[in-house]
């Protein structure tokens, strides 16, 4: 789903994640077939990304340690959270840790190409 609207602006606003990657193309390939991101290619060359609504953005960035270990977690908000864990499964990639493993929350944990565990959030109800 791409988004012509501009992105809400705000001071505190989260706008901008570096993710890293051992190869940005297959990084790329595998978030924009998992969760619809428009993937873009930078004046500079690198390969960029925005989300399903246009208001996060962000790069792939080799050179940097994955972030193997859930520190700082960032989860993507997805409207079918099983549908989801089977396209990661589909696109390469592994639950690391399964739905239903936060009481009253419905998440899931994946590793990407690289490694980076992420979560996957459903809005309950």
């Known amino acids: ?3 012509n609207n501009q992105p809400t602006l705000g001071n505190g606003k989260i706008c901008y994640l570096e993710i890293p990657a051992l190869d940005a ?3 790329s390939s595998f978030y924009a077939k998992t969760f619809g991101w428009n993937v873009r290619t930078r004046g500079d060359g690198h390969l960029a990304f ?3 609504v246009g208001q996060v953005s962000g790069a ?3 050179g ?3 972030a193997t270990d859930p520190g700082l977690m960032v989860y993507i908000w997805v ?3 099983e549908k989801t864990i089977e396209a990661v499964i589909a696109n ?3 639950i690391v840790q399964p739905l239903g493993m936060d009481p009253g929350e419905k998440t899931a944990r994946f590793a990407d190409p690289a490694g980076n565990v992420l979560g996957i ?3 309950p109800g």
């Open 60 to 62: 792939w960035v080799t």
């Open 50 to 52: 925005d989300d399903t």
């Open 1 to 3: 789903m791409e988004n």
């Open 64 to 66: 940097r340690k994955p």
């Open 121 to 123: 959030y459903q809005e």
């Open 25 to 27: 193309e297959l990084s």
């Open 92 to 94: 390469g990639c592994k």
């Open 79 to 81: 409207d079918d959270i």
